[in-house]
Each structure stands twice: as structure tokens, then as C-alpha cells.
């Protein structure tokens, strides 16, 4: 199990215990975090699960592959340090990850 927070564009942080071996996404939806809308649910067709992985835990997450960054290009105002939290699984290795919610989603 990981806690794993994310940052809302206004600023609200939200704390979640995820599940080792759920997505990152899956676990926000369950928590109800706001701003990860997950409209393909899970199937790297979308960017509507976009986050940004503060620059501490970005080693830990790794790169995105290529089909994450191809659909990281529709995302909305996409970075460096974007990610699409359906393609992060959740490990030990993530506790204490925080993740910040754009303020739209692509």
C-alpha cells in the first residue's frame, strides 16, 4: 500500500491509500480526488487522467513509454514531468508520491 497525495489546481490536497497493484488513476477515482476525470478508464485512449509528478518522485515513476507519450500530447498543457495515472501502478516504491491535477483535462 502507498499514500499517495494530489494537489489540486487550487490548492486542495487530497491523501488516498492506494492498493499495490491498482493504477494510480483507479485509485483517485475511488477516493473521489477531483480533476481526474478518466473518461477511457484505464485504457491509454485519453488524457483525461493527467497529472504532474512533482520533480522528487520522477526516477521512482520512470518515463512515460510511447503510447503514454503519444496520448500525452492531447493533454492540456502538458510538461516534462506529465504523466497519465492510468499508466502508474501503485507499489511500496510510490508511498509518498504527490502528484499535482492540472486544472483541466484534455
Do not use: K
Amino acid at each position: 500500500m502507498a499514500r499517495i497525495t494530489f494537489i489540486t489546481s487550487d490548492e486542495r490536497r487530497f491523501e488516498v491509500d492506494a492498493e499495490n497493484g491498482a493504477s494510480v488513476m483507479e485509485s483517485a477515482v475511488r477516493a473521489g480526488v477531483p480533476g481526474i476525470e478518466a473518461e477511457c478508464g484505464g485504457a491509454c485512449s485519453c488524457a483525461t487522467c493527467h497529472v504532474y509528478v512533482e520533480p522528487e518522485f520522477a526516477e521512482v515513476v520512470g518515463e512515460a513509454g510511447p503510447m503514454e507519450a503519444d496520448m500525452l500530447e492531447f493533454a492540456w498543457e502538458p510538461a516534462p514531468n506529465s504523466r497519465l495515472s492510468c499508466q502508474l501502478t501503485v507499489s511500496d516504491s510510490l508511498d509518498g508520491l504527490v502528484l499535482r491535477v492540472p486544472r483541466e483535462q484534455g
